[in-house]
């Protein structure tokens, strides 16, 4: 007993000393898909003020591919000491049922930081298709089947689910074109190499002002603060239809838990400061922090959620 005492003392010791001297180098923020799309914008948002409050660089090390499985592995098999994080979002808990083998376990291989932010994705189409309206795409779509496509930031990603869920709900025949991330759909999308996308909105607003794009509604339950003169999906004439985009911090399982707790402190409040709020808020961000426990909830609670879509459209990725 007394063993086992002074282990579980010298263990604790390590703990204190780790975070106390955290962190020490700087420190890498996996990104799991290239730049350009909504993880990429809100992640250097954040990471160049949580650089500056933890006296570290920040390095952003964009690592996409697989539906943002690339990344995940590279984080959850890296060393659990505070200096790798992953930026997750809704997309890895699709890909526990999307995919049939995954390297790592989303819920086992991961200590979960906090939620930064949420977002929904936006119904957008490019200009030369001749709608203005969620109900004007569907009676198009239902009279020329298999000939509209939709542009998502690759399979098992949220705006591929989103299109999938619409296509599911309003019976239309949309061809599904997954790009390596948000950013290549979207351009793909403003060159009209394809008509439609379930993007987010930090990936196209700024084009919905410009012209470039046209955007009908926009896929959350409820209207965006961002663009509040856009309907929901739902409330167009698709009742149920609710699919959302969230983000959120998380680290190798393991890391110290004191380390976990300097890192949730500093990112609590790095998004509820108010020059960030409003940075974010341009591109569509709302906050959404959470504690640890909390998010490994939510976490458990959005595999199901998307469990039930995944199978109900009969999609897979492998």
Request: net charge positive; glycine share 10%; aromatic share 6%.
């Amino acid at each position: 007993m007394k063993t086992l005492l002074a282990v579980l003392a010298l263990l604790s010791g390590l703990c204190c000393a780790a975070a106390e001297t955290y962190p020490s180098k700087p420190v890498r923020l996996i990104l799991p898909f290239p730049p350009g799309g909504g993880t990429d914008t809100l992640a250097r948002i954040v990471g160049q003020k949580l650089g500056e409050d933890l006296g570290q660089t920040i390095v952003m090390d964009n690592r996409p591919g697989a539906g943002a499985n690339i990344g995940a592995d590279i984080a959850a098999h890296s060393a659990p000491d505070g200096y790798t994080l992953l930026v997750g979002n809704v997309a890895h808990t699709i890909n526990v049922t999307l995919y049939r083998k995954l390297s790592y376990n989303l819920v086992r291989d991961f200590a979960p930081v906090t939620l930064l932010a949420a977002t929904p994705n936006v119904l957008v189409v490019h200009p030369s298709v001749p709608v203005k309206s969620v109900q004007e795409l569907i009676a198009l779509a239902k009279s020329n089947p298999g000939k509209i496509n939709y542009a998502s930031a690759g399979s098992g990603s949220s705006s591929h689910l989103a299109g999938e869920l619409f296509k599911n709900l309003t019976g239309v025949d949309l061809v599904h074109v997954p790009y390596k991330g948000g950013g290549p759909a979207v351009t793909s999308l403003i060159a009209g190499e394809t008509q439609v996308g379930f993007s987010t909105a930090p990936s196209v607003l700024q084009h919905v002002k410009a012209g470039r794009l046209r955007a009908l509604a926009v896929t959350s339950a409820k209207r965006s603060a961002a663009a509040p003169e856009l309907p929901t999906i739902a409330e167009s004439g698709v009742p149920g239809y609710d699919a959302n985009t969230w983000y959120g911090i998380l680290a190798p399982r393991g890391t110290p838990a004191a380390v976990i707790a300097r890192l949730h402190d500093e990112l609590v409040k790095i998004m509820q400061a108010p020059d960030i709020r409003s940075r974010i808020a341009v591109h569509g961000y709302a906050p959404e922090t959470s504690t640890p426990q909390e998010f490994a909830a939510y976490i458990k609670s959005e595999i199901a959620k998307w469990r039930k879509v995944v199978l109900a459209t009969g999609i897979h990725a492998d």
